[in-house]
């Protein structure tokens, strides 16, 4: 496909419905991750794929593209830190606040589940610390594409895709194994992780509040427009006192009326004012 012909239209497309930029020179990642697609629909170039979309009044077509252009690199425990200071800090400061209320946690920005699963893991170990100290919480865990979406649900994953972030003691105590050689969530972690679809560029207002929120390693491919709405909708969904983790190379800046910065070392995290 001669991806030129239609690429403008195209990125225009992606980030009206997505949010994701994709910049100028991106015509090699949209011919390989369409490569399916064009093959299935038969279109010659990305404008003829376009006219497609207007017609599929369901948008089934629009979501597949969508899917198809999503990155969704992922790992257990993503740079650490962020989890530690959930199990060391946060939660401990969120315990001795008494709340009333069970704890909600989002992650914003699922993929294949990696994050929440191991947001639910971090939650076991503390409540192994403090027994009795957390009751009935849970962890709502959104993404724009179907496809990670049902991976996540499943929540089973090939050896290799373990080995990213796990070592041998967590995959005997938080996984079992499936006949054909899998390994898969065990159901305590599970039941506590809610898959949901969200866009983030729609209203989270359905979703209701939590105290902490991950949304990490989404934001850089908004532009900085976009990154700072989503980053404002995203204190709303914040209780008071709530706090915001963003990934090892995204920052919140420019927002100090409506984020507090604080300083884990290692580790920086944002607290709602
Ligand atoms: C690189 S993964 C990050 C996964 C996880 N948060 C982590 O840090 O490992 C980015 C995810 O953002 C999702 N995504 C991209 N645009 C989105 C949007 N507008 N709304 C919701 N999710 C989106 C993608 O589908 C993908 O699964």
């Given at each position: 496909m001669p991806v030129t012909d239609g690429y403008e239209a195209f990125t225009d497309f992606l980030e009206r419905h997505s949010g994701i930029a994709l910049g100028a020179n991106k015509q090699y990642l949209v011919t390989s991750r369409l490569r399916g697609i064009v093959r299935d629909t038969g279109v010659n170039d990305l404008g003829e794929l376009l006219k497609l979309v207007e017609r599929d009044v369901r948008g089934k077509l629009r979501g597949q593209i969508i899917d198809a252009m999503t990155t969704n690199e992922t790992l257990?425990?993503?740079?650490?830190?962020?989890?530690?200071?959930?199990?060391?800090?946060?939660?401990?400061?969120?315990?001795?606040?008494?709340?009333?209320?069970?704890?909600?946690?989002?992650?914003?920005?699922?993929?294949?589940?990696?994050?929440?699963?191991?947001?639910?893991?971090?939650?076991?170990?503390?409540?192994?610390?403090?027994?009795?100290?957390?009751?009935?919480?849970?962890?709502?865990?959104?993404?724009?594409?179907?496809?990670?979406?049902?991976?996540?649900?499943?929540?089973?994953?090939?050896?290799?895709?373990?080995?990213?972030?796990?070592?041998?003691?967590?995959?005997?105590?938080?996984f079992d194994q499936t006949k054909d050689g899998r390994w898969k969530v065990k159901s305590a972690i599970a039941a506590r992780v809610e898959f949901r679809p969200l866009n983030l560029l729609e209203s989270y207002s359905l979703l209701g509040q939590f105290q902490f929120v991950f949304c990490r390693n989404v934001l850089i491919y908004f532009s900085g427009d976009l990154k700072r709405q989503i980053l404002l909708k995203i204190h709303q969904s914040l209780l008071p006192g709530g706090y915001l983790i963003v990934g090892a190379s995204e920052a919140v800046n420019g927002l100090n009326d409506y984020y507090e910065m604080v300083h884990c070392r290692p580790g920086i995290v944002y607290r709602k004012r």
């Open positions: 257990w425990f993503r740079d650490t830190h962020p989890f530690e200071i959930l199990r060391d800090r946060l939660l401990p400061e969120y315990v001795d606040s008494r709340p009333t209320k069970p704890l909600r946690i989002w992650s914003a920005a699922c993929s294949t589940g990696q994050e929440p699963y191991s947001i639910s893991m971090i939650l076991d170990q503390f409540k192994q610390r403090r027994p009795g100290a957390l009751n009935g919480e849970k962890i709502t865990a959104t993404d724009i594409s179907s496809r990670v979406l049902a991976d996540a649900r499943e929540g089973e994953y090939a050896m290799l895709a373990l080995g990213r972030g796990l070592d041998t003691a967590q995959l005997k105590q938080y």
